[in-house]
């Protein structure tokens, strides 16, 4: 079972609820020998009366049982919508698809547990009912990741150092994988590292204060800050800036893992207050914000990974990847070079600050494995280690006591 290689759809829809991006990955073997190549990369929005529900939903509106069970049916169509004009763009045939693997959207996620009830209780909720996908496309499909690494005490959260490990660890170079989504999140694999050395956890905000920011001020014509042009257009406020990173996710000690629930409507209301008191425009804030969210991936690294390990590279993914002063940021801070998304195949430059880490910046890209296209491919592996029955968690990354067989199954009807 092995040996055959396999044609699998990984679909990843993240916390900025931006719609499904959709990857066609060619895998074979298995760990150590894992092979995966990235075949294609597609994306698609969500109709936007149902992006407006998704993310009232997530940030913890009331919904009833009865809309809640809608909603996952619904999603399900729409991620079964997503495959079937992936595999037209892809000119392959949907029954040619050995598997699918989902992620499912996020609406709640309760990583470490908190009093329910008079218990402390841990739990998670990714939706998009797995059954009527693999009804609607006939292809077997894996979903609902992350409770079985919960369920042995882990967060349920980062799954993606799985991918990361297969795809960048390297006998003599130090890699964390960086991935900007709407949280950011790191990936450690400290050179020539086992698995169970490898450290993963989400660092603060991605892109998801600077969305909200930008949401807010435009009246939701603008849903973010394309190419930073809004934040480079306002002026940075220090003291704005130290009273943001004072933020107390940025203290706690990994394994973490954080989401909608702290960095949403609540969070960014603090930091319009903030905004009024400082005087700040919405530029400013919106500079701020985008600061702030490299800010608090460099005081990560600084606080819990590079004191321990010698890192040689930086490989960024996530639509974070295309906001070009996030990445000045952490080039000024951490780097040596950036070279550009897109630039397949850019050469390193010369050391540009003595300063700093000397870290070379690069994008996930230049592994054969489009920003946009990595969580998704991720996902993809993911499930091919589940219909093979083997763990896909890494225990140092969740917290979890073991490794653990992770997803659920949903068979098609028989042809
Ligand atoms: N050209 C760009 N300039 C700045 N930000 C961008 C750009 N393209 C995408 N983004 C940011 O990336 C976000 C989507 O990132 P994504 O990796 O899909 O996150 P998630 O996994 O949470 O869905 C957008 O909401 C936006 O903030
Ligand atoms: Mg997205």
New binding site residues.
């Given amino acids: 079972m092995t040996s055959k290689p396999f044609l699998v759809l990984g679909l ?7 719609g499904i ?1 959709v990857a066609l990955a060619r895998i074979s073997g298995a760990p150590p020998h894992l092979n995966a190549k990235l075949l294609g990369h597609t994306s698609f929005q969500f109709p936007p009366a149902l992006r407006k529900e998704i993310l009232r939903v997530a940030e913890q509106h009331p919904i009833s049982a009865g809309e809640l069970s809608q909603l996952n049916f619904r999603l399900g169509h729409i991620y079964a919508n997503a495959i079937l004009a992936a595999c037209k763009k892809f000119k392959i045939a949907p029954r040619r698809i050995d598997l699918i693997g989902n992620h499912g959207q996020t609406i709640f996620h309760q990583g470490q547990p908190a009093d329910y009830f008079g218990r402390p209780t841990a739990s998670t909720l990714q939706i998009g009912d797995g059954s009527v996908i693999a009804a609607r496309t006939g292809i077997i499909t894996v979903s609902d990741f992350r409770p079985a690494d919960m369920a042995l005490g882990g967060q349920g959260a980062p799954l993606v150092p799985f991918a990361d490990y297969a795809l960048y660890r390297h006998p003599k170079l130090g890699r964390i994988s960086l ?5 950011a999140n790191v990936t450690v694999i400290p050179a020539g590292a086992p698995p169970d050395q490898v450290l993963a956890f989400d660092t603060g905000p ?2 998801m204060v ?2 909200a920011l930008v949401q807010h001020f435009t009246h939701g014509r603008q ?6 042009r809004l934040a480079q257009g306002g002026r940075s406020i220090p003291a704005l800036l130290n009273e943001l990173i004072k933020d107390p996710y940025l203290k706690l000690a990994p394994p973490k893992s954080t989401g909608r629930e702290y960095y949403g409507r609540t969070y960014v209301e603090k930091i319009l207050v903030l905004g009024r008191r400082y005087r700040a425009k919405p530029n400013d804030l919106i500079r701020a914000a985008t600061i702030f969210t490299a800010l608090s991936v460099v005081h990560a690294l600084n606080c819990f990974v590079l004191r321990k390990h010698k890192i040689h590279q930086l490989i960024v993914s ?3 990847a ?2 070009p002063l996030i990445l000045a940021q952490l080039s000024a801070a951490l780097g040596r070079v950036w070279s550009p998304v897109g630039a397949q195949h850019a050469a390193p430059g010369p050391a540009t600050r003595a300063s700093s880490r000397n870290i070379e910046i690069v994008c996930s890209s230049q592994f054969g494995i489009s920003s ?1 296209a990595k ?1 998704a491919f991720a996902f993809a592996l993911l499930a091919y280690q589940t219909l093979h029955q083997r763990p896909a968690n890494l225990p140092s990354a969740t917290g979890a006591c073991r490794p653990a067989i992770l997803g659920k199954i949903s068979y098609a009807p028989p042809r």
């Fill in positions: 990843m829809s993240g916390t900025s609820a931006d991006d991935n900007i989504g709407g949280i991605g892109n600077i969305d849903r973010f800050d394309k190419d930073a996530g639509g974070g295309r906001n946009d969580e």
